[in-house]
């Protein structure tokens, strides 16, 4: 769960082998026009999708990007912060490509999706809440989850307290939640995660992220493909937080998530098949965090790109794709 030193610091669009770095299929792939095509505004249906009543009985509805055969085997793709569902234009076109039916949310809080007021709100019960009931809304009865960040941190635990709607699991850069607790007794990652502080505060954390600036030091800071980061990307996260609410309702993860630190139990172990990819120039969440993952998910397979950072699904889209079709079946 990550993260933002550049807010700390400083769009709507209504219209294999386990334990290995990257694979052989990830190797071969090529830049192919069909790996790195971004859907047209034409391919994609936009809806609104009451997922509620969440954990605390609230009804909400979020914002929902579908793509490709409705008799596809769904997909659901879950962003991270301070993202929306933009940050799988990347994936979109190849999944469906396969034969997928895609289904991209804005999570709750973000760009157009249901911004409760509550920090409580944004606790991991309700988190897990929207995804079973966007399973269910859309009529299956479960799922393939691929999930990205504060997208992966909800996934781990839609996957170990509601395995009865997952098929298969795909985390990118997401510490299971054992081993943050872990790695954040380690001074190396608790320096990188001084932000989580930083968001506690009131005010200053969501002044900072409405910033252009930050927006754009956040992403292109980091990222091994600025030309995956041009003006009018930034530009479209910027207006996406810049959503009224929305820069207060993506820090209310944080503050909901410290405040659940004291309550929170061991977490089921995963028995769904899983695949960790970890960009492994990630500046938040440091390699040690799959270190010792298989007694949690037994049978994990873990993909290292070594040339990737935090946002991994955008630096290296031919590689992720190549995973993904070789992984979901």
């Known amino acids: 769960m990550a ?7 400083g769009s709507s669009t209504s219209a294999a082998a386990r334990g290995s770095s990257t694979s052989a299929a990830a190797r071969g792939s090529s830049t192919s026009a069909a790996a790195l095509r971004v859907p047209a505004e034409s391919e994609l249906e936009h809806r609104r999708i009451a997922v509620g009543p969440d954990a605390d009985g609230r009804q909400v509805a ?8 409705e008799t596809g085997t769904p997909v659901i793709l879950l962003h991270g912060f301070p993202e929306f569902w933009w940050s799988w234009r990347y994936q979109i076109a190849p999944l469906v490509e ?21 920090v409580r709100a944004y606790r991991m019960a309700n988190l897990i809440s929207d995804v079973a009931g966007l399973v269910h809304a859309l009529g299956y009865t ?10 992966g941190a909800i996934a781990w635990g839609v996957a170990a307290l509601r395995p009865d709607v997952v098929d298969q699991l795909v985390i990118l850069n997401a510490p299971h939640p054992t081993l943050f607790s872990r790695e954040l007794r380690n001074p190396s990652q608790l320096k990188k995660s001084w932000y989580m ?15 252009h600036e930050t927006i754009a030091r956040t992403f292109r800071g980091w990222t091994h493909r600025r030309e995956h980061f041009d003006d009018a990307t930034i530009e479209r996260y910027v207006e996406a937080i810049r959503q009224p609410g929305a820069a ?8 909901a998530a410290l405040r659940e630190v ?17 960009g492994m120039d990630d500046r938040a969440l440091g390699p040690d965090l799959i270190v010792g993952l298989e007694p949690y998910v037994p049978g994990v397979r873990i993909e290292r790109i070594e040339d990737a950072s935090h946002w991994v699904a ?8 190549a995973l993904l079709l070789d992984f979901l079946r």
Do not use: C
């Open 142 to 151: 479960k799922t393939h989850l691929v999930a990205h960040d504060w997208g």
């Open 262 to 278: 004291a309550s929170r139990g061991s977490v089921p172990v995963i028995t769904a098949p899983t695949m960790v990819i970890w």
């Open 314 to 321: 955008q630096d290296a889209p031919e590689k992720v794709n």
């Open 62 to 69: 979020l914002h929902v990007v579908l793509a490709g055969p």
């Open 98 to 118: 396969a034969g997928y039916r895609v289904i991209a949310p804005d999570m709750r809080g973000y760009n157009t999706s249901d911004k409760p007021s509550a």
């Open 3 to 9: 993260h933002s030193s550049a807010a700390a610091r």
């Open 248 to 255: 207060t309702a993506t820090v209310n993860y944080y503050r």
């Open 197 to 211: 502080f930083f968001f506690q505060l009131p005010r200053l954390p969501e002044r900072r992220l409405r910033e």
